[in-house]
C-alpha cells in the first residue's frame, strides 16, 4: 500500500501542506497581516505556505538564501514569487538576524506579523503526523513495516509516535535524505520530548530503523540508479517521486525489501510518498537527470 501525500488536496500536496493545516489553524485576517518565514528557494514549505497564506488573505515574507544559483531556478521558487510574495535575500549566516529585522519592521508599522519557523518544524508539524497515523488507520487494517522518507525529522517524528499508538507491532523505516544517524538522534529526541510534553505521554523510537545509506552524497544530490528508479515508479505505477525526498525512500525501500526477502515476505508494507512533483519537475535543470 502507498499512502500518497503527493495528493494532498492543499496547497499543491506534499507533506509540508499537512502540517501547515495545523500550523495555520488559528491564523486569519482578523489577526494576522502577514507570516514571516524563512527557507531556501527549493523549499515545498515556501511555496505549501505561499499558497495557504494566499487563500487566507494574509500576505507572505519569505527570508531567502542559498549557496547554490541554481537553486532560484527551482518551481516551488517560481510558483511562490507568482503568488507575489514579499522577500528580503540574505546569506544563509545572516538569517537569524534578518528576520529579527523584519520582525522588527513590522512591529514598528503596527503591522501584525507572525513568525513562523521555516519547514514547519514545530510541535503542530510534529502533531499533523501523529494524527495522520489515526488517518492511516482508518484505511488499513495492519501494518507491519512503514517506510518514509526523513529530512528534517518533523514528520518522522509524528509518525514514530502515531505508530506506535495504532500499530505498537510495526517498524518504521526511515531513508535518510540528508543527514547521517548521529547528526540526526538529538533532533529527533529533541523533537519527541516537544510532542510528549503536549500530549502527556512517553513516546521515543523504539519502532524506528533509521538508515543512511542512500543519502546518494548528501542532499539534494542524487546518482543514475536512483533517478533510474523514480523513472521506474512513474513508468509502471503512475505515481510521482522526486530525487530529494520520496524518491530516495523509495529507492532506499526497493533494495531493502530485495536484500532482505525472509523479513518483508509475506508482510504488510506501506510506503508513505510525502510529496515530490515540484522537486522532481525541478530537475529539469540538471544535466545529470536522463
Not at 509524528?158 to 518504521?172: E, K, R, S
Not at 525501500?253 to 518483508?264: G, L, Y
Request: one cysteine or more; a negative charge; proline letters at 2%.
Amino acid at each position: 500500500m502507498c499512502k500518497r501525500d503527493d495528493l494532498f488536496l492543499e496547497a499543491g500536496g506534499g507533506n509540508k501542506a499537512r502540517m501547515l493545516q495545523y500550523i495555520l489553524s488559528e491564523v486569519d485576517c482578523s489577526n494576522t497581516d502577514v507570516i514571516v518565514t524563512a527557507g531556501g528557494p527549493c523549499s515545498n514549505f515556501n511555496r505549501a505556505c505561499a499558497l495557504m497564506c494566499a487563500k487566507l488573505g494574509i500576505n507572505m515574507h519569505l527570508i531567502e538564501y542559498t549557496d547554490e544559483p541554481k537553486e532560484w531556478e527551482s518551481l516551488n521558487y517560481y510558483l511562490s514569487k507568482l503568488i507575489g510574495i514579499t522577500t528580503t535575500r540574505c546569506a544563509k549566516s545572516e538569517v537569524p538576524q534578518t528576520i529579527e529585522r523584519v520582525l522588527a519592521s513590522y512591529i514598528k508599522k503596527h503591522v501584525k506579523a507572525k513568525y513562523i519557523y521555516g519547514g514547519g518544524k514545530s510541535l503542530e508539524g510534529f502533531y499533523a503526523y501523529y494524527e495522520a497515523i489515526s488517518e492511516l488507520k482508518g484505511q488499513i487494517d495492519n501494518i507491519d513495516h512503514l517506510f518514509v522518507a526523513c529530512s528534517t525529522g518533523t514528520t518522522l517524528t509524528g509518525i514514530c509516535a502515531g505508530m506506535q499508538l495504532h500499530f505498537p507491532q510495526a517498524v518504521v523505516h526511515a531513508i535518510s535524505t540528508a543527514r547521517q544517524y548521529e547528526d540526526e538522534a538529538k533532533v529527533l529526541k529533541d523533537d519527541m520530548a516537544i510532542l510528549n510534553s503536549y500530549l502527556k505521554t512517553e513516546y521515543d523510537f523504539k519502532n524506528l530503523d533509521f538508515n543512511d545509506s542512500y543519502l546518494c552524497g548528501g542532499y539534494g544530490k542524487y546518482n543514475n540508479l536512483l533517478f533510474d528508479t523514480v523513472k521506474d515508479c512513474l513508468s509502471h505505477e503512475g505515481m510521482i517521486i522526486d530525487p530529494t525526498y520520496s524518491g530516495k525512500a523509495f529507492y532506499g525501500m526497493a533494495n531493502i525489501v530485495v536484500e532482505s526477502p525472509d523479513i518483508f515476505s509475506g508482510k504488510d508494507l506501506v510506503f508513505w510518498n510525502t510529496g515530490g512533483l515540484l522537486n522532481l519537475l525541478s530537475t529539469k535543470y540538471d544535466n545529470t537527470a536522463r
